[in-house]
């Protein structure tokens, strides 16, 4: 057979969902082409919607197409199966030291693509061909490039080793084992691989999962680190700032007191001084009434004594000083005592009941009856809505359309990304949960992120006001700051969002029959937040469910 002269892109003939080469090869109305697995799963996601899209230029369809293989490309997705290798350009098909040479080859040598352990040999694509093409070589028995194919080579008897002797444990050739190997127990090679395969397998099941259980309980203890380090930091922050306000106010009330001391002090010696005053006028008056009466009392002629009798004027009514309550130094005793009664007080609380506040703050959630408890309903806010954004389900859902709404301008709306905020703002302990279909991403905000231009600033996730778990159709991304964070974790419709404002913790789960977090963030929340949603394709929606 002439050699072949085309060479073949692998890259051309790999399925855009899948990334594989294409498994029974599709072309759909709009001229790109899928395995038709990957074609029909991506189509079964949108049935819910009755409209079907192309996954690599969007185009939609009214009915779902019908799906007849592509019989050329089949053969050229075969062809390049069988050929691949082949495929890599001139300048990268010689051997380097680390490749596997053609042992055919004269001169510069070229990779190896296959080794036979029949001949035993490795050959280049092109010395390979005669084992496709002649019935005698298909049966031989192909493998990847084979570097010491003479260590597979019985030194005595120059066979390959296909038998297993299972009493020495060693691998054999078919003479050995009617020699020095006659009468034990033996089996091919491929049946003892296939043992030894499925203990090999079993034991590395056991290490992977060994190792994800180790790492997850890494990555738990880090964070549990991360989040005593974080709360402790806050602890102390929170509580200076707690026993700063104390004291002021300890102080305030202090001057308080002296104010109100000060202040009754002038109001009482006033009114002694103005009780003084009345006195004082009082004696002088009745000194004036008593030199009137002596001068009248001496008066030798009687006559002129009757006569200036009716004249002199009656007392006024005597302020006596009986009716004075002299309390010296027991003004402000009923103060002094309401003070020190206060101070008594205070010093209880910090001296029996100091004990008390490690039990004031409680332990996270673990199970999802726990976060139960911290249900918070969540509707989403008209006002916000992106023009795209069409609500339903008394404003609990979102979904992602291709015409614009007919919003009214408003200085709250996202103009230009395909967002929405929540209409209640979140603190304390809250847990909510999700049901999308599609790509979506479940954030919180501050409600000061901007609201138009599609820039960092104003998308979920890509700024230092919001954080963000973008969820695709196989995996999820967390985005903070425009940081990504790949997210591993079981894949799933429902999302739980745990929130502990004050303590700083924000939590994202998978949520079918079991809860699996997959993502924890410790930090310092400055405002309240609000819960969003970003739709990155049409059809996409997300569901702010109603829990009990």
Known sequence: MARREVQLNRAKFSCTICLELLTDPVTIPCGHTYCMKCIKTHWDGEDHRRIYSCPECRKEFSLKPFLKPNVMLSALVKDLKKTGPQAAGADHCYAGPEDVPCDVCTGRERKAVKSCLLCPASYCGDHLQPHYDAPQLKKHKLVDPFKNLQEIVCSRHDE???????????????????????????VPTAAERTEKQKELQERRQQIQRRIQEQEKDVKLLQQEVEAINGSADKAMKDNEKIFTDLIRVLLTRSSDVKQQIRSQQETEVSRVKELQKKLEQEITELKRKDAELEKLSITEDHTQFLQNYPSL??????????????????????????????????????????????LLSEPEPKTRADFLKYIREITLNPKTANGFLSLSERNKKVILLNQKQSYPDHQDRFNDCHQILSRE????????????????????????????????????????????????????????????????????????????????????????????????????????????????????????????
């Open 160 to 186: 390959v080793m296909k038998i297993f002797c299972r009493t020495d444990q060693q691998c054999i050739c078919y003479l050995c084992s009617m020699d020095e190997h006659k009468g034990h127990e033996t």
């Open 425 to 548: 703002s979140l603190t304390g302990r809250c847990y909510w949960e999700v049901e999308r279909r599609g790509v979506v991403s479940i954030a919180v905000s501050y409600k000061n992120i901007k609201r138009s231009g599609n820039s960092d600033e104003s998308l979920f996730g890509y700024n230092k006001k919001s954080w963000t778990l973008s969820c695709d159709i196989k995996s999820y991304i967390f985005h903070h700051k425009n940081i990504q964070t790949p997210v591993s974790g079981p894949v799933s419709s429902r999302i739980g969002v745990y929130l502990d404002h004050g303590a700083g913790i924000l939590c994202f789960y998978s949520v079918s029959e079991t809860m699996t977090l997959l993502h924890r963030v410790q930090t310092t929340f400055t405002q309240p937040l609000y819960a969003g949603i970003r739709s990155s394709f049409k059809g996409s929606s997300a569901e702010f469910l109603k829990l009990k």
């Open 313 to 358: 004027s009656a007392l006024s009514e005597s302020t006596h000083s009986s009716s004075i309550n002299i309390r010296p130094l027991r003004y402000f005793e009923d103060v002094t005592a309401a003070v020190s009664k206060l101070t008594c007080r205070l010093e209880h609380i910090l001296r029996d009941r100091w004990t008390n506040i490690s």
